[in-house]
Each structure stands twice: as C-alpha cells, then as structure tokens.
C-alpha cells in the first residue's frame, strides 16, 4: 500500500512536469546528454541527497533524517551504473536505545525519458548495510546485513549540467543475529552534478 502511494506521487510529479516541456523550455535541438538529460554530453555524475527514512520494526512511529552521497557513469541514454553511501540517521527504539545505520550499494539504473526534461528510473541493485545498536550507558553493536535492493523515481533536467532527483529507496537490514530482515524505506530528493 505505501509502495502504491508512492508511485502515484511520483506519476502526479511526471505530469506535472510535463506541462514544462510543452512550452517549449528547452528548443529541439537540445544534445541528448548523459541518462537522457538535455544539454550535457558527459557520462560521469555526482549526486547528493537528503530524505526521510522510515522502518517496519513495530514500535517505531518517528521518521529519521537520512541522506545520501552517489556517483554513476552512463553506459547509454537509458542505462547506469552506480555506487552510493547512505546515511540512515539515528532511530530512538525506546528503553534508551538506539539505531544507527549507514549502507553502502552498487545499483544497475534503467532510465526512461518521458519529455526533453522529464525522465522516469528504476534501480536494481545490491546494499551492504549496517545497524549500530547503542544502549545508554553500554557498549553499543554493529549487525551487518547484505542484500538486494531497489529504488524508482522520477528525474527532472534543470540546467545544462544539473537533475534533480525525487527517489524512494528500499534497503534491508537487521538487528541482531537471529532477528528477522527489516526495511529501511527512504523518500529522497537530490541535486546531480554532471561532468
């Protein structure tokens, strides 16, 4: 259900955007650059981020601050790789502990241009994540856990050399040896930088 309210957010955002395109912001002969982004003919980007990170374990309501650092490379106009670091904030789990987390991942970006500007994404891909379970007044532990991951989106061109990214992201993770997999659900948005 969270996953379906996402993805109509993201379509009413694809739609709206598109009513850019039709007065004519950018002229037909705009270069068809990286990611099929108008204006720059460069594969290699940076991107930086900042969202909200909310996870399924039950007796948690609070959303977290998280944020993100990623690097990519263009293959073609509708294919990426890329790697990212996330920072997952810190989570009050009450009885005064709490839950650290960062993430570390290797994505396969499929990316579909809709307009000259608009273009929609999805990632497949594989995170590395790990939990820092702190108790006040105790040494705290670190859980590791791999696996898949996945993310979709919607990307708008705003310059030459510069995307906005709205993103949600999926990552997994656990919080002790024998506890079950949780998710790390983060809503996004960031700012790309193309070299």
Same mark, same amino acid.
């Given at each position: 259900?969270? %996953?379906?309210?996402?993805?109509?957010? %993201? %379509?009413?955002?694809?739609?709206?955007? @598109?009513?850019?395109?039709? &007065? =004519?912001?950018?002229?037909?002969? /705009?270069?068809? #650059? +990286?990611?099929?982004?108008?204006?720059?003919? +460069?594969?290699?980007?940076?991107?930086?981020?900042? #969202?909200?990170?909310?996870?399924?374990?039950?007796?948690?309501?609070?959303?977290?601050?998280?944020? +993100?650092?990623?690097? $990519?490379?263009?293959?073609?106009?509708?294919?990426?790789?890329?790697?990212? /670091? @996330?920072?997952?904030? +810190?989570?009050?789990?009450?009885?005064?502990?709490?839950?650290?987390?960062?993430?570390?991942?290797?994505?396969?970006?499929?990316?579909?241009?809709? @307009?000259?500007?608009?273009?929609?994404?999805?990632?497949? =891909?594989?995170?590395?994540? #790990?939990? /820092?379970?702190?108790?006040? =007044?105790?040494?705290?532990?670190?859980?590791?856990?791999?696996?898949?991951?996945? #993310?979709?989106?919607?990307?708008?061109?705003? $310059?030459?050399?510069?995307?906005? &990214?709205?993103?949600?992201?999926?990552?997994?993770?656990?919080?002790?040896? @024998?506890?079950?997999?949780?998710?790390?659900?983060?809503?996004?948005?960031?700012?790309? /930088?193309?070299?």
């Amino acid at each position: 259900m969270k %996953l379906a309210k996402i993805i109509v957010m %993201l %379509l009413m955002v694809m739609v709206t955007t @598109t009513s850019f395109a039709a &007065r =004519g912001r950018y002229d037909d002969t /705009y270069d068809q #650059g +990286s990611m099929g982004s108008a204006g720059s003919s +460069s594969k290699f980007y940076l991107g930086a981020g900042l #969202g909200s990170m909310k996870t399924d374990i039950p007796t948690i309501s609070a959303n977290a601050l998280a944020w +993100s650092l990623y690097a $990519g490379t263009a293959i073609n106009r509708n294919l990426a790789i890329e790697v990212a /670091y @996330t920072n997952l904030g +810190s989570t009050d789990l009450g009885a005064s502990q709490y839950l650290k987390g960062t993430t570390y991942s290797l994505n396969l970006v499929g990316n579909i241009p809709v @307009t000259q500007i608009v273009s929609m994404f999805a990632k497949f =891909g594989f995170a590395n994540t #790990g939990v /820092y379970v702190e108790t006040s =007044g105790a040494a705290g532990t670190t859980y590791s856990n791999a696996a898949p991951t996945i #993310g979709l989106g919607v990307m708008i061109n705003a $310059g030459k050399k510069t995307d906005v &990214r709205i993103a949600y992201d999926n990552y997994k993770f656990i919080l002790s040896n @024998t506890s079950p997999t949780y998710n790390a659900d983060i809503t996004s948005i960031s700012l790309i /930088y193309k070299f």
